[in-house]
């Protein structure tokens, strides 16, 4: 029973294009979610946040968007570098002092040169 | 200076032997964390652990215990290891939503 999903497994994109990664959740009880970026033979690193009580969040080239009501929400890059390839991690926390995150499977993007 | 850091980064071993792998944190963190990735790249929760409280995910093996020494360190003691315990540990903290993990530990039971 995933409650994170992300259903696309790969994405490719031109580099300086847009890149966005979709994630779905079903509990309604996830208060905060983040992606997160990982490189192979590395651990996941933290990329970008979002609150509830928000519908956007922009960090640099990074933006998450959050559609309470659809349980939806995005990471969208742009310009898209290379550097940028890399697997990409949805994850929520329910809030309420509870902290645990439920990650998605995540989505693989190439940025391609 | 590395914030989350795990030894060793590789382990293989057979099967029914006992084996630990280390965790430590520079950040100060309050919370720390052990994951499991699995052959299908799903990262799942073993367990979360702060000085107060350790909460376990109830699908993990009780063959699974975290210890903590002290408030920068959780490690991962594994018993009686099995084929399906191959896998990517992660250990990670963190002081509220914002968790920072470490490299990783390849571990492969044969």
């Known amino acids: 029973d995933q409650q994170v999903k992300q259903n696309s497994p790969s994405l490719s994109v031109q580099e300086g294009r847009i890149s966005i990664l979709n994630c779905d959740y079903t509990n309604s009880m996830f208060d905060y979610f983040l992606w997160y970026k990982k490189y192979p033979a590395e651990g996941p690193t933290f990329l970008i946040s979002?609150?509830?009580?928000?519908d956007k969040n922009e960090d640099g080239r990074f933006t998450v968007f959050l559609n309470k009501s659809a349980k939806h929400l995005s990471l969208h890059i742009v310009p898209s570098q290379p550097g940028d390839s890399a697997v990409y991690f949805c994850?929520?926390?329910?809030?309420?002092?509870?902290?645990?995150?439920?990650f998605g499977k995540g989505t693989k993007l190439s940025v391609i040169p | 200076d590395t914030a989350v850091s795990q030894t060793p980064k590789y382990l293989v071993t057979q099967m029914g032997n006992d084996k630990s792998i280390k965790c430590e944190q520079n950040?100060?963190?309050?919370?720390m964390y052990w994951y499991k990735q699995d052959s299908k790249k799903f990262l799942k929760i073993m367990f979360s652990?702060?000085?107060?409280?350790?909460?376990i995910n109830e699908t993990v093996p009780n063959r699974f215990s975290p210890k903590s020494p002290d408030k920068a360190h959780l490690n991962l003691h594994i018993n009686s290891l099995e084929l399906g315990d191959s896998a990517v540990y992660f250990c990670?903290?963190?002081?509220?939503?914002?968790?920072?993990f470490g490299p990783g530990t390849r571990l492969t039971v044969t």
């Open positions: 652990y702060n000085n107060k409280e350790l909460i």
């Open positions: 990670a903290s963190s002081r509220i939503y914002e968790q920072y």
């Open positions: 950040l100060g963190h309050d919370t």
């Open positions: 994850a929520a926390a329910p809030g309420a002092g509870s902290y645990q995150l439920t």
């Open positions: 979002i609150s509830s009580i928000k």
